[in-house]
């Protein structure tokens, strides 16, 4: 059975429709993924899905519990970690997880020996008596995914889960969201900006773009939707033959030649650029450099979305790897 079943689901509000008839389902144990620009619907879906909004329309599954029928056995089922901070940090991480577990009515016995094992989940445990207040940023979203797991959840709901937190400690995050997936077999949705965390942690992702999903698929398989590897090289030559030979090769997709360089966009790149070597060298043509660039996550969004998301604009090398996506999506 799976662990998520959403049919149709819709959320209105006044005439605007900020969830338009949407229908996935997550498996048990499966790291499901949300993507989507600004004012896509991510957090309306998981407001509706944790039973904080009511849909307009529709209806969904979590953990064999309907969402209008019984929200009060979905909430004993499911664990919410928040886009915004929500630890009380006049208490200690121990006390912040004792209060948690009250909430559940999880006897003292079990609640302590519980507190033991989602502190040493997520690394607190030698921490677990200091007060929040002193926690790092870091710190803090460990304990509130702790908080999350207190009470055995069948399904875990993370939004943007690393949002303003410096890349190294948004690199550890993932490292105990993958950890715990792993070793509890607890289904998670994850909603994020960042690409590569999605890449990094998600089975499978849905990108979201006004309220409806635009695309559902692993992350290799939204990948496989452009048009491939591409490597970009440097002729020492003539550029139209080596063109004119590669276009004739099965696994090229496309030739887009620039003056001394030449792009080829290609399927299996570790496997066939040793041909494109050997081609050359037939031609009695030099390759001077040689780069290469994979699709990525963000390649895909802004196809499908015709938005992007970055955190910062990098270097002409960085511009170059841009251009070249940007080939990819023509």
Request: include cysteine; hydrophobic fraction near 40%; charge should be neutral.
């Amino acid at each position: 059975m799976s662990a998520i079943i959403v049919k149709e689901l819709t959320k209105k509000f006044g005439d605007f429709t900020a969830v338009d008839r949407i229908s996935f389902s997550v498996e048990p144990g499966e790291l499901f993924g949300l993507l989507g620009p600004n004012g896509a619907g991510k957090t309306t879906i998981i407001n509706m899905l944790t039973t904080l909004l009511l849909p307009t329309a529709g209806d969904a599954e979590i953990a064999g519990y309907g969402l209008r029928k019984d929200p009060d056995k979905i909430r004993n089922n499911i664990g919410i970690i928040f886009q915004d901070p929500s630890l009380d940090i006049g208490l200690t991480g121990r006390e912040n997880l004792e209060f948690h577990a009250m909430m559940y009515n999880i006897g003292s016995e079990k609640r302590k020996k519980r507190i033991t094992e989602v502190l040493d989940v997520v690394g607190l445990a030698d921490k677990a008596d200091i007060l929040v207040e002193n926690y790092s940023g870091g710190m803090k979203r460990r304990l509130e995914i702790a908080r999350g797991l207190i009470h055995y959840p069948k399904v875990l709901f993370l939004d943007e889960p690393t949002l303003g937190l410096d890349a190294q400690t948004r690199r550890s995050i993932w490292e105990y969201i993958r950890n715990l997936n792993r070793n509890y077999g607890t289904s998670v949705i994850l909603t994020t900006h960042y690409m590569e965390e999605a890449d990094f942690l998600c089975d499978r992702i849905a990108i979201i773009d006004h309220g409806k999903i635009i695309a559902l698929d692993t992350p290799s398989g939204l990948k496989n939707r452009l048009r491939g590897d591409c490597v970009s090289l440097t002729i020492e030559g003539r550029v139209d033959d080596i063109a004119s030979a590669l276009r004739e090769k099965e696994w090229v997709k496309e030739i887009a030649p620039g003056g001394k360089t030449l792009d080829v966009f290609l399927l299996d790149y570790e496997k066939n650029i040793p041909e494109i070597f050997q081609t050359a060298g037939n031609l009695g043509i030099g390759i001077s450099s040689i780069n290469f660039s994979k699709p990525s996550l963000e390649d895909v969004f802004l196809r499908l979305t015709g938005s992007i998301i970055r955190e910062q604009e990098g270097s002409r090398k960085a511009a170059r790897r841009e251009r070249m996506r940007r080939r990819m999506l023509r």
